[in-house]
C-alpha cells in the first residue's frame, strides 16, 4: 500500500500546477495587446520594488536563465517600458529600471487583472484565501531552497 503523504504530495503539486496554468490562461488573456505575462511579472517587480536590478537578480528572482531574462528585457526595452544602462562602477554589468511609459503599462495591466483575481477571491472566499496564504508562502520558501 502506498503511503499516505505521498498521495498527499501528489494531491497538492497536482492541484498547484493545474491551477498555475489555469491562472496563466486567464491571465494572458486580459493582459493588454502584445504584453506576455513574462513581461508584466518584470514590470511588476520593477515597480513594486523601486530599485534598478540586473539582468542576472532578475533571473534569479523569476527562476529563469539568463537568455529568458534577457529576451523578456529586449522586447520590454523595444517597448520603451525599461532603461537599461551600463553599470558605472563595473561596466560590465547592466542595470534596468522601469520607464515611466513601463509604469503606465503596468497600471493598464494591474486594472486589467484585476477584476479577474478580485472575482476568483470573492468566489473562494477573502477568509479561506487569507488560510491558504501562509501555506503557500511556506511552500514557496522551501522550494526555493538551494539544494
Known amino acids: ?11 497538492l503539486f ?3 500546477f493545474m491551477a498555475d496554468q489555469l491562472a496563466r490562461n486567464r491571465l494572458t488573456k486580459v493582459l493588454p ?20 536590478r540586473t ?17 523578456t528585457l529586449g522586447k520590454l526595452e523595444w517597448a520603451g517600458h525599461i532603461h537599461i544602462r551600463p553599470d558605472w562602477d563595473d561596466a560590465r554589468r547592466k542595470l534596468v529600471s ?3 511609459a513601463g509604469l503606465r503599462a503596468r497600471d493598464v495591466a494591474i486594472n ?19 488560510a491558504a496564504l501562509p501555506v503557500l508562502r511556506a511552500l514557496r520558501q522551501r522550494l526555493g531552497e538551494e539544494v
Do not use: C, Y
Open 1 to 11: 500500500m502506498s503511503d499516505p503523504s505521498e498521495s498527499l504530495a501528489v494531491s
Open 14 to 16: 497536482s492541484e498547484l
Open 33 to 52: 495587446k502584445g504584453m506576455e505575462l513574462s513581461q508584466f511579472s518584470v514590470l511588476n517587480h520593477l515597480a513594486r520594488t523601486g530599485e534598478e
Open 55 to 71: 539582468p542576472a537578480q532578475l533571473a534569479q528572482a523569476f527562476h529563469v536563465t539568463r537568455g529568458a531574462m534577457t529576451n
Open 98 to 100: 522601469i520607464s515611466p
Open 112 to 130: 486589467a487583472i484585476s477584476p479577474l483575481i478580485a472575482d476568483v477571491v470573492n468566489d473562494i472566499g477573502a477568509e479561506e484565501v487569507k
